[in-house]
């Protein structure tokens, strides 16, 4: 065990051409995955209080609960991973600081006591993790005394029983912390676990999926899996599978049939596909593959242990390659491939991002279980359709054009938490091209439309894009699956959205349909995917496109309104396109559409994946009374290994057909 000596907190620093350790580990067996979470743990030891109750991570910034919550949240999440790691039998020689902040934090003498948690307290949350490595990690508990024992019942038992909480996942937090001292024979609540659990499965949905709220809500995004609710039921089912095998046998089907859709969120490489809320949770999204084996779901057909082997692993493999995911000192920061407050939620703290480590939930598993002894299998693309719908999240999925992408309507957040439009209300999400968050109220520089289509009465300051929808349906048109829905940006304003996925003669194109019926006049701009806005050669902004060196747009960057300019416009027609890590574009189909192309040089670090990127674009005004009908081409093409960068634009210059279902739907009007 580590003791309390400087020596052994000694920061880890990074440099200029530092790698941080986690990306230098060999992923292949249980061991190098051990190794690898004590990467992420031992950069925490410099930042321990002093009587070990918190971990004040490196960033200094605030969130809408206490600062004493937020670093609480430092010490109690790494013990997802740590948890894992004790009760698959291994060892780590910082947890007796872990062991003496559970004394310290719930000892109301202490000056260091974590304090009683109140109402919806933030606190709550992190007795979700507490509760776990109660139950599964025996070092814990059988250090305390008496006295330290009762302090754990009254803190973690007795204090969330007695409160209020939110109407979402966060009541799993609660049967865990009850969980956690039932384990160990302290004093719990079952009433409190039975009655959370009942109301709990209010949410569910069918066919494995819950939402993350009651009736009324439509949010079904990674909280529906790897961070919370198909998570923690599998460890239910787990831990409390003997005393409530009814329940635990529910669960585990559940997660059969959930297993089915989510592993379309994953690409060949290894990335999840960046959409909702807590992305920076980063590679916690993959932890549902690893709860899958601790809670011996027997694999519904396709799936193989060494399938979801392979889905854990490579994802952990994409991260080792993101390398500013790190602070100096080695902790995780705030953000997704790079330290970004704009994409933040208001509670994620510095220490928030340490939720990822319930992806090592997998080293809780035997090392005799097959998901470690099998062989580790390449994701199975084979196995599915060039495009997958998926019901209850209100998604399709495509299988073409080198990347992972996702159509989306419907979808909202309980409440419009910063950048919900974005996270939710986009129309495309991609496993390659993350999705990009305002920096601002003004221009569309700071509004950067990835995905989206914005709408401005105002001549250009203020955008509205799709948030909410009346409507949001799955159809099916030539054998094809098509998303339509119906939104109002403006109460005076209607759009009907259909979203069509690629199809196999034009495999990077998806499209998108709008049909606008303006109450007012609006300004709209229409924008493909961001793309990273950066030259090989000297890194400074991309430039007119150079067929030598594939790399460029067309037209040139030179203003987001400038559309009178022969420079940085073109006829709707013809389109835009910026080519760096692949290319992406935006083109209108209909060869006489009044609209105009050009680039949008959005606002650094609006983008969740670049740090600078530029947004291909369609501009048009729309007069009052007037009903418009815009036919969009999307066109995608990552880079990738194996793939040519003279081949990025091989599939511009044939444009996706019109389908003749829709062409009949436009005469319509």
Same mark, same amino acid.
């Given at each position: 065990?580590?003791?309390?000596?400087?020596?052994?907190?000694?920061?880890?620093?990074?440099?200029?051409?530092?790698?941080?350790?986690?990306?230098?580990?060999?992923?292949?067996?249980?061991?190098?995955?051990?190794?690898?979470?004590?990467?992420?743990?031992?950069?925490?030891?410099?930042?321990?209080?002093?009587?070990?109750?918190?971990?004040?991570?490196?960033?200094?910034?605030?969130?809408?609960?206490?600062?004493?919550?937020?670093?609480?949240?430092?010490?109690?999440?790494?013990?997802?991973?740590?948890?894992?790691?004790?009760?698959?039998?291994?060892?780590?020689?910082?947890? &007796?600081?872990?062991?003496?902040?559970?004394?310290?934090?719930?000892?109301?003498?202490?000056?260091?006591?974590?304090?009683?948690?109140?109402?919806?307290?933030?606190?709550?949350?992190?007795?979700?993790?507490?509760?776990?490595?109660?139950?599964?990690?025996?070092?814990?508990?059988?250090?305390?005394?008496?006295?330290?024992?009762?302090?754990?019942?009254?803190? @973690?038992?007795?204090?969330?029983?007695?409160?209020?909480?939110?109407?979402?996942?966060?009541?799993?937090?609660? *049967?865990?912390?009850?969980?956690?001292?039932?384990?160990?024979?302290?004093?719990?609540?079952?009433?409190?676990?039975?009655?959370?659990?009942?109301?709990?499965?209010?949410?569910?949905?069918?066919?494995?999926?819950?939402?993350?709220?009651?009736?009324?809500?439509?949010?079904?995004?990674?909280?529906?899996? &790897?961070?919370?609710?198909?998570?923690?039921?599998? +460890?239910?089912?787990?831990?409390?599978?003997?005393?409530?095998?009814?329940?635990?046998?529910?669960?585990?089907?559940?997660?059969?049939?959930?297993?089915?859709?989510?592993?379309?969120?994953?690409?060949?490489?290894?990335?999840?596909?960046?959409?909702?809320?807590?992305?920076?949770?980063?590679?916690?999204?993959?932890?549902?593959?690893?709860?899958?084996?601790?809670?011996?779901?027997?694999?519904?057909?396709?799936?193989?242990?060494?399938?979801?082997?392979?889905?854990?692993?490579?994802?952990?493999?994409?991260?080792?390659?993101?390398?500013?995911?790190?602070?100096?000192?080695?902790?995780?920061?705030?953000?997704?491939?790079?330290?970004?407050?704009?994409?933040?939620?208001?509670?994620?703290?510095?220490?928030?991002?340490?939720?990822?480590?319930?992806?090592?939930?997998?080293?809780?598993?035997?090392?005799?279980?097959?998901?470690?002894?099998?062989?580790?299998?390449?994701?199975?693309?084979?196995?599915?359709?060039?495009?997958?719908?998926?019901?209850?999240?209100?998604?399709?999925?495509?299988?073409?054009?080198?990347?992972?992408?996702?159509?989306?309507?419907?979808?909202?957040?309980?409440?419009?938490?910063? #950048?919900?439009?974005?996270?939710?209300?986009?129309?495309?999400?991609?496993?390659?091209?993350?999705?990009?968050?305002?920096?601002?109220?003004?221009?569309?520089?700071?509004?950067?439309?990835?995905?989206?289509?914005?709408?401005?009465?105002? #001549?250009?300051?203020?955008?509205?894009?799709?948030?909410?929808?009346?409507?949001?349906?799955?159809?099916?048109?030539?054998?094809?699956?098509? +998303?339509?829905?119906?939104?109002?940006?403006?109460?005076?304003?209607?759009?009907?959205?259909? @979203?069509?996925?690629?199809? *196999?003669?034009?495999?990077?194109?998806?499209?998108?349909?709008?049909?606008?019926?303006?109450?007012?006049?609006?300004?709209?701009?229409?924008?493909?995917?961001?793309?990273?806005?950066?030259?090989?050669?000297?890194?400074?902004?991309?430039?007119?496109?150079?067929?030598?060196?594939?790399?460029?747009?067309?037209?040139?960057?030179?203003?987001?309104?400038?559309?009178? &300019?022969?420079?940085?416009?073109?006829?709707?027609?013809?389109?835009?396109?910026?080519? &760096?890590?692949?290319?992406?574009?935006?083109?209108?189909?209909?060869?006489?559409?009044?609209?105009?192309?050009?680039?949008?040089?959005?606002?650094?670090?609006?983008?969740?994946?670049?740090?600078?990127?530029?947004?291909?674009?369609?501009?048009?005004?729309?007069?009052?009374?007037?009903?418009?009908?815009?036919?969009? #081409?999307?066109?995608?093409?990552?880079?990738?290994?194996?793939?040519?960068?003279?081949?990025?634009?091989?599939?511009?210059?044939?444009?996706?057909?019109?389908?003749?279902?829709?062409?009949?739907?436009?005469?319509?009007?």
């Amino acid at each position: 065990m580590a003791s309390s000596t400087q020596q052994d907190a000694t920061p880890l620093v990074l440099g200029y051409s530092d790698k941080h350790p986690f990306s230098k580990v060999n992923i292949t067996d249980r061991t190098s995955v051990q190794d690898l979470l004590k990467t992420i743990l031992d950069p925490l030891k410099p930042h321990f209080s002093p009587l070990k109750t918190t971990i004040r991570v490196p960033g200094g910034t605030a969130v809408r609960f206490d600062n004493k919550a937020a670093e609480i949240e430092g010490i109690c999440r790494p013990m997802w991973g740590l948890a894992g790691l004790l009760g698959g039998g291994g060892e780590y020689e910082g947890t &007796s600081w872990f062991v003496e902040g559970l004394k310290t934090g719930t000892d109301p003498e202490s000056p260091e006591f974590w304090g009683w948690p109140r109402d919806n307290d933030q606190r709550m949350v992190e007795m979700c993790p507490l509760g776990f490595t109660l139950a599964v990690a025996p070092v814990f508990w059988d250090s305390l005394s008496e006295k330290e024992r009762t302090n754990v019942e009254n803190w @973690l038992g007795n204090s969330i029983n007695e409160k209020n909480m939110p109407n979402t996942n966060w009541l799993w937090f609660r *049967v865990f912390a009850n969980l956690g001292l039932k384990k160990n024979g302290g004093k719990y609540s079952e009433e409190k676990i039975q009655q959370d659990i009942i109301h709990l499965n209010g949410f569910y949905r069918g066919e494995g999926w819950s939402n993350d709220g009651p009736q009324g809500i439509w949010q079904q995004d990674y909280y529906s899996g &790897s961070f919370a609710i198909q998570f923690l039921q599998l +460890l239910y089912a787990k831990l409390a599978g003997d005393d409530d095998p009814v329940k635990a046998a529910e669960f585990k089907k559940r997660a059969q049939d959930y297993a089915l859709d989510f592993i379309h969120y994953f690409d060949e490489e290894g990335r999840a596909i960046p959409f909702g809320r807590s992305v920076g949770y980063r590679f916690a999204m993959a932890g549902f593959w690893g709860a899958l084996a601790y809670a011996d779901v027997e694999l519904p057909t396709p799936l193989t242990w060494g399938i979801v082997k392979g889905l854990l692993l490579r994802n952990f493999r994409w991260w080792q390659t993101q390398d500013d995911i790190w602070s100096p000192t080695g902790t995780l920061t705030i953000g997704y491939t790079f330290p970004n407050m704009y994409m933040a939620e208001n509670y994620n703290s510095p220490g928030s991002p340490m939720w990822a480590c319930l992806a090592f939930i997998c080293l809780a598993v035997p090392k005799d279980h097959p998901f470690w002894t099998s062989e580790e299998e390449p994701y199975p693309t084979h196995l599915v359709k060039e495009a997958k719908p998926l019901k209850h999240p209100g998604h399709i999925i495509s299988y073409l054009g080198g990347h992972r992408l996702l159509l989306s309507s419907g979808q909202a957040c309980g409440y419009p938490m910063k #950048g919900t439009h974005a996270k939710y209300g986009a129309f495309a999400y991609s496993s390659a091209y993350g999705y990009s968050v305002p920096t601002g109220c003004f221009t569309l520089e700071q509004y950067s439309l990835a995905s989206q289509l914005g709408l401005s009465d105002d #001549g250009g300051e203020f955008w509205k894009t799709r948030r909410l929808c009346e409507e949001a349906v799955i159809e099916t048109y030539e054998e094809l699956p098509v +998303l339509r829905s119906i939104w109002r940006p403006f109460p005076d304003v209607k759009i009907k959205t259909y @979203l069509i996925p690629p199809v *196999v003669s034009t495999p990077n194109w998806h499209l998108r349909v709008h049909k606008i019926e303006a109450g007012r006049e609006v300004m709209t701009a229409d924008g493909s995917f961001a793309i990273y806005n950066e030259r090989k050669l000297d890194r400074r902004y991309l430039e007119l496109y150079d067929s030598k060196i594939c790399e460029g747009t067309m037209p040139k960057i030179i203003g987001n309104y400038d559309l009178n &300019s022969p420079e940085g416009s073109s006829p709707g027609s013809v389109g835009s396109f910026a080519v &760096s890590k692949g290319a992406v574009g935006i083109v209108d189909l209909d060869v006489d559409s009044p609209r105009i192309a050009m680039l949008v040089n959005a606002d650094p670090n609006s983008n969740i994946v670049e740090a600078r990127t530029v947004i291909p674009t369609l501009q048009h005004t729309i007069k009052k009374g007037e009903t418009a009908w815009y036919i969009t #081409g999307i066109y995608a093409k990552p880079s990738k290994e194996g793939v040519a960068a003279s081949s990025y634009l091989d599939g511009w210059e044939k444009k996706p057909l019109i389908p003749a279902w829709l062409k009949s739907e436009i005469l319509k009007t």
